[in-house]
Nanobody, 125 residues
Framework: QVQLLESGGGLVQTGGSLRLSCAASGRAIITYAMGWFRQAPGKEREFVAAITWSGDYTYYTDSVKGRFTISRDDAKNTVYLQMNSLKPEDTAVYYC??????????????????WGQGTQVTVSS
């Protein structure tokens, strides 16, 4: 089973940028789609972005389209989430996600097989 470790979270002002990293270990992710989710206090965990194994296709929730970019570096077994033009409503714990099964794209919690421990992103107004 793959282990996922997120980093790069922090406190940023509205309009700022952060880049989250997700380092995978225990299994190469080169043939797997990967994703990012987030969970704000008192809310359910929600899908943010996903990328196919080839990197040819990416998916985003509507609220982050045009602001966030997911990418992957399979040589480093790492997935990234570049977040620009951050807003206070982006404040949440961000989780990296690996799929349940080799063919799945993690776009909803039931499709996730492994979660990272999360990294806090706080956007001040």
């Amino acid at each position: 089973q793959v282990q996922l470790l997120e980093s790069g979270g922090g406190l940023v002002q509205t309009g700022g940028s952060l880049r989250l990293s997700c380092a995978a270990s225990g299994r190469a992710i080169i043939t797997y789609a990967m994703g990012w989710f987030r969970q704000a206090p008192g809310k359910e965990r929600e899908f943010v972005a996903a990328i196919t194994w080839s990197g040819d296709y990416t998916y985003y929730t509507d609220s982050v389209k045009g602001r966030f970019t997911i990418s992957r570096d399979d040589a480093k077994n790492t997935v990234y989430l570049q977040m620009n033009s951050l807003k206070p409503e982006d404040t949440a714990v961000y989780y990296c996600a690996a799929p349940r099964g080799s063919l799945a794209v993690p776009r909803s919690p039931p499709t996730v097989g492994s979660w990272g421990q999360g990294t806090q992103v706080t956007v001040s107004s």
